[in-house]
């Protein structure tokens, strides 16, 4: 196959209504505009969810890194390009690049670790088994992502309490889970406004654990783990039974972009 | 001018992400997609936030009213029309139809009303005053908007207190504004999962009192309107200041579309 038939190329306009008071675009809004990448790009080729669902078969998200010089402002024709950099058993690899449409400005570049599992047993599904393997195929060795693999957001037990979440309607996609994102939104929300005029997000690292779901309680523990690097342990809660891990996510932040 | 050139049209995909556990888009989502053609449709036109901002003006959503018959599944590619009813003196109608972008189902209807404010008094400004009235020529009186005109959301003093939001980074626009759509995610974020699976939403009806700002709590009053209504009163809260009214909304349910 030809390289620039493995990556696929998608254009998203950042509405003004998806950017915050510095008139950026929400990380939540940017990450989403990268899953659906992924899932037009795997869609095209026969290996996205549409194919999928037919089979009892689906992609889990398992890791999303998200690096950023700039994050644009609001009214930018973004060009996202994603690309599958490696197929094992049971997990791909894929990258983006986040770039301006028009000039090609590169505002940053993302990783993700998705797996497939079985729709019924929930159970880790073989990717190679599926079309004879032929996802090998798509994938992209030659293209570079320059930022560092995904992360899984190493971090002690120790972490401080930072604050509640209770999900909601809103929280919850077509599955039944907590969308990804909106971990990370709800992490963002529990900063004041004092921090966000302060801090810029120059990369984010999401490791998914176990799904969460309607009416599940999110605590947020938070640890310093660099300089500034915090990572956040996400555990839910359902009625009386234990907390679970769900997710983690360590956010570096520079200085701001303004 | 031709009336074509009067009407605009917009295409949007309902992205997977954007919708609900039945697979049908937010009322958010769906009320977002209007904006962005009010959006677009004045700034071709000369009368857009991308001028007014120059002259110290700018457009204050005051009223939305939606109704629908059937709200659109994920892959939908929808084309949302819109068009500029009247123009007074301090305030515009526009009207919205929201279809199936390829086969022309009709999915509903929208109404708004806009007032023009001074950015720096922010006191009523004369929308007839601006570019010598010119707006008037992109006034349409002959498309129709088979929907009732958008209401103030009558209700008592009564209402029943419905539960708190506190407002976050999230919900916070480059105004410094909560973002009008957030209001009608909050109260629907309020409802429980169970409400969801019986209730459908058939029309909605927003009335903007008074902007509220990032940190402000908001309370939620309800009050039952009617067969399947139930009007909210939304009053904002800073700190130790007395609550002031923020925006009244109005629910219409139907059976399910399921």
């Known amino acids: 196959m030809e390289r620039h038939n493995k990556i696929g190329r998608y254009e998203f306009l950042v509405e003004p209504f998806h950017c915050d008071f510095s008139n950026r675009i929400f990380m939540g809004h940017l990450g989403n505009h990268l899953l659906n990448a992924a899932d037009f790009h795997s869609n095209e080729r026969g290996f996205g969810m549409h194919f999928l ?8 998200l398992s890791r999303l890194a998200i690096e950023v010089n700039e994050m644009p402002v609001a009214y930018t024709r973004l060009s996202v390009e994603t690309w599958v950099d490696s197929v094992m058993r049971f997990f791909t690899q894929r990258n983006f690049k986040i770039s301006d449409h ?3 400005k590169i505002y940053g570049y993302g990783r993700s670790v998705w797996a497939m599992i079985d729709t019924e047993t929930r159970q880790p599904a ?7 393997g032929s ?4 994938v992209d060795k030659e293209t570079i992502c ?13 972490g401080q309490w930072a604050g509640k979440v209770e999900t909601h309607y809103s929280d919850v996609d077509v599955n039944g889970h907590i969308n990804s994102v909106k971990y990370v939104e709800h992490l963002l929300d529990l900063m004041p406004e004092a921090w966000h005029r302060t801090h810029c997000i120059g990369r984010i690292d999401v ?3 176990a799904e969460s779901h309607f009416g599940d309680v999110l605590n947020y ?3 310093t783990t660099g300089e500034g690097k915090t990572a956040y342990r996400i555990m839910k809660q359902r009625g009386e039974e234990p907390p679970l891990e769900a997710c983690r996510v360590e956010i570096t932040t520079v200085k701001p972009h303004l």
Request: net charge negative; proline share 2%.
């Open 53 to 60: 669902n037919g089979i009892r078969k689906t992609w889990v």
């Open 102 to 104: 028009e000039t090609g």
């Open 126 to 132: 073989d990717i190679l088994a599926i079309k004879e």
């Open 221 to 223: 523990y938070c640890e």
């Open 135 to 138: 996802i090998a195929e798509y």
């Open 146 to 158: 320059p930022i560092a693999a995904s992360s899984r957001v190493r971090m002690s037990d120790e």
């Open 207 to 209: 490791a998914y654990v």
